[in-house]
């Protein structure tokens, strides 16, 4: 009996070391890591950004205010029952070049009409967009500064769920707030409005509005992703880019000021252990293609619906997710080997990617510099400006003291002709630019319902 009871004893001791060593073991960083030195190396490179946006609000509260037929049935004296204001953001960034450039989300600059940057000695630099990307909500912004402080980048491929990391950013205007936690989860997916985004980190440390555009950092003091968005209603539910998608696209960014992502033109469902055996699959693997757009590459290559495609360039893909970052990893004119399952045969179909579609496009600065930064008319931007006209690209941004305000061009005005060539959206605009070739550009405007022209010396 003395012998049962002093095993009992010995195994509960054992157990009892056990889960004293585990818990240790997942409760505080490694050995040897102070967090107090990273955040003194690179936090100098975490930046505040806030931002000015004018948006245009009715005088009186009505339900029905915004509606287009009422608007088109007041026309002029719509705007004097209107008044614009400005809206003020916040958000952060991190600087990635001594001269100046900040990388942080589109959400927080997208928009604006201003954007103040803060560091962390006071001094303030009012930024310009160099750079956009609306698929990953990705930005790059910049100052006029030399000499600042980098923040190094990291490889968030080799980020483990259970790490540790570090969140600084501007938190409801906290300057420089720092918070710590672990990766939660790898490769989420979460819809913000009409888009979805994929491959998100999750984190616990603690990520507030304001934080946008921050970096999430390891324990050797890298960057491993952009922290991005929240779930309002929980706690310790945070998300951010992988660093490697940044990665993938700075340089067009910087160079041309967006991407020119590659696009499929499907539509998927997930596959199913039923589906797979009506498919004739020995297992549940794979996307369905349950549409394809007419037009898209996916058609001219061949696909069609019922199509099972089971690699991307011989990568598997097993959830619609997996297919679409796939895709968006690449650019416009690429070549992609898929295979495919198609009525109990496997095939290899090679297929050029296109453009894809994109909501907003904005045409950043060129060789003929007019002051100004234009878009495509989107819904939203429609309503903003009160745009009854949506053929052309409208005016988001005026500098002061440019040839365009110079020339009383301003926001929300529609830009229709350049030089006598059609203006459409924003590809049409920029080659429309490219063949001026004199001194002056002339401006087919549209305002408030009126066309007229505008000329502007660009003083070569």
């Known amino acids: 009996m003395k012998r049962i009871r002093l095993v009992i004893l010995f195994m509960l001791l054992v157990f009892s070391l056990l889960l004293t060593s585990t818990t240790f073991a997942v409760s505080v960083p490694q050995v040897g890591v102070n967090i107090a030195d990273i955040v003194k190396k690179v936090g100098p490179a975490v930046v505040n950004i806030d931002t000015v946006t004018m ?3 009715p005088l009186f509260p009505f339900p029905f205010f915004d509606d287009p037929l009422l608007r088109r049935f007041f026309g002029e004296e719509y705007e ?3 008044r614009i204001i ?3 953001g916040k958000g952060s960034g991190f600087i990635i070049s001594q001269d100046g450039y900040i990388l942080t989300n589109n959400h927080v600059v997208g928009n604006a009409d201003k954007i103040v940057v803060t560091l962390v000695d006071k001094r303030k630099f009012e930024a310009r967009v160099i750079g956009r990307d609306p698929t990953v909500d990705l930005a790059v912004i910049k100052i006029d500064a030399k000499g600042l402080p980098t923040i190094p980048l990291g490889d968030s491929d080799a980020v483990e769920v259970g790490e540790w990391v570090i969140a600084i950013g501007n938190p409801f205007g906290l300057s420089h707030t720092v918070t710590v936690g672990v990766i ?3 490769g989420r997916t979460i819809s913000a409005g009409d888009r979805s985004f994929e491959n998100f980190l999750q984190t616990d440390a603690a990520i507030n509005p304001g934080n946008s555009g921050g970096p999430l950092l390891n324990l050797k003091g890298e960057v491993i992703g952009i922290n991005t968005a929240i779930i309002p209603y929980a706690q310790g539910i945070g998300f951010a880019i992988p660093i490697n998608t940044a990665k993938q696209i700075l340089d067009d960014l910087i160079k041309f000021g967006r991407v020119d992502r590659g696009w499929l033109g499907v539509y998927l469902q997930s596959m199913t252990p039923s589906l797979a055996k009506g498919f004739g699959l020995s297992e549940p693997k794979g996307v369905i293609v349950a549409k394809v757009a007419p037009g898209s590459p996916a058609e001219k290559a061949g696909i069609t619906r019922g199509d099972v495609i089971l690699s991307v360039d011989g990568k598997e893909v097993n959830s619609p997710a997996e297919l679409q970052i796939a895709i968006r990893s690449r650019k416009a ?5 898929l295979s495919i399952w198609r009525k109990g045969k496997s095939l290899n179909v090679t297929v050029t990617l296109g453009s894809i579609p994109q909501t907003e496009r904005v045409s950043l600065p060129s060789k003929i510099d007019l002051g100004i930064v234009v ?9 903003r400006y009160n745009l009854s006209d949506r053929i052309g690209v409208v005016i988001t941004h005026v500098e002061p003291n440019s040839p365009a305000e110079t020339a009383d061009l301003r926001v929300g005005d529609v830009i229709k002709e350049v030089n006598g060539i059609e203006v459409t959206d924003v590809k049409s605009w920029e080659q429309a630019l490219s063949e001026v070739k004199d001194s002056s550009i002339v ?8 066309t007229f022209f505008v000329s502007i010396d660009l003083g070569k």
């Not at 004119?333 to 080997?337: A, H, L, P, T, Y």
């Not at 401006?443 to 009126?450: H, K, V």
């Open 333 to 337: 004119g690429d070549k992609v080997n």
């Open 375 to 383: 878009s495509d008319i989107t819904p939203d931007l429609a309503r």
């Open 80 to 82: 004097r029952f209107t």
């Open 184 to 186: 939660s989860a790898k």
């Open 443 to 450: 401006l087919l405007i549209s305002r408030d319902d009126n």
């Open 55 to 57: 948006v245009r609000q």
């Open 86 to 88: 400005p809206m003020q």
